[in-house]
């Protein structure tokens, strides 16, 4: 069955670097998501793209953060300057056009220190 | 604003029946997701509900009542490996999914 991936499974960054989390997601979905949620709490939108643009943004997602689709199956999040408060566990998500359940992927856990 | 409610907490039997509820007041409503999510895991897609009713899923099942911004997840013959916790999430007027904090079910044997 075809899934969602994400590298690296677990990145620890020191305050003010940049990190890069990718996600692959099932081939023939269009629509892609970043969700984060930080440890003892509920999974929180970050951003939806389609269309290669941007289509929604929370309040999370200042101008530290941005999305990218490079080629035709990567989908990546880039934190320009991590703050510790960044530290939680990402996922990506994903879509089809035929129906509106959207499929996670294992996440990636970010630590900054 | 947006709100979605559900018990902090649950405990069960296995073999036995329990069932989670959601209430939800959001801006728009276009669909209600129930996903499991086991502990340093991803979310598990389980079931959707757009119109009111009920959805059967082998041992899971889902109501929803737009009217009373009200949803349940009934899950049946519960075995260990349901203890998980179960997410309740709306999709309103966007595109996005509002989650809920998640209700912890432990079964015991």
């Known amino acids: 069955e075809p899934e969602v991936t994400q590298t690296p499974s677990h990145q620890v960054t020191q305050m003010g670097q940049e990190v890069i989390l990718r996600c692959v997601p099932i081939?023939?979905?269009?629509?892609f998501y970043w969700y984060r949620q930080i440890l003892g709490q509920k999974v929180e939108f970050l951003v939806s793209?389609?269309?290669?643009?941007?289509?929604?943004k929370s309040e999370i997602f200042d101008d530290q953060f941005s999305v990218e689709r490079p080629d035709g199956s990567n989908f990546t999040l880039k934190i320009r300057s991590t703050k510790l408060e960044d530290s939680a566990m990402y996922f990506c998500?994903?879509?089809?056009?035929?129906?509106?359940?959207?499929?996670f992927g294992p996440g990636t856990r970010l630590t900054v220190t | 604003g947006q709100n979605i409610d559900q018990p902090t907490e649950m405990t069960a039997t296995e073999g036995a029946i329990v069932q989670i509820n959601c209430t939800y007041q959001t801006s728009g409503f276009n669909g209600l997701f129930w996903y499991q999510q086991h502990a340093g895991e991803a979310p598990t897609f389980l079931s959707y509900?757009?119109?009111?009713g009920l959805e059967e899923k082998g041992r899971f099942s889902s109501f929803l009542s737009r009217s009373k911004g009200y949803s349940y997840l009934l899950l049946k013959e519960l075995q260990m490996k349901d203890s998980a916790s179960y997410l309740c999430a709306v999709r309103g007027n966007t595109d996005k999914l509002i989650f809920g904090t998640g209700t912890r079910l432990q079964v015991f044997p």
């Open positions: 998500a994903s879509r089809g056009g035929g129906g509106y359940e959207q499929y």
């Open positions: 793209f389609y269309n290669n643009e941007i289509s929604e």
């Open positions: 509900n757009v119109l009111d």
């Open positions: 081939s023939n979905h269009l629509y």
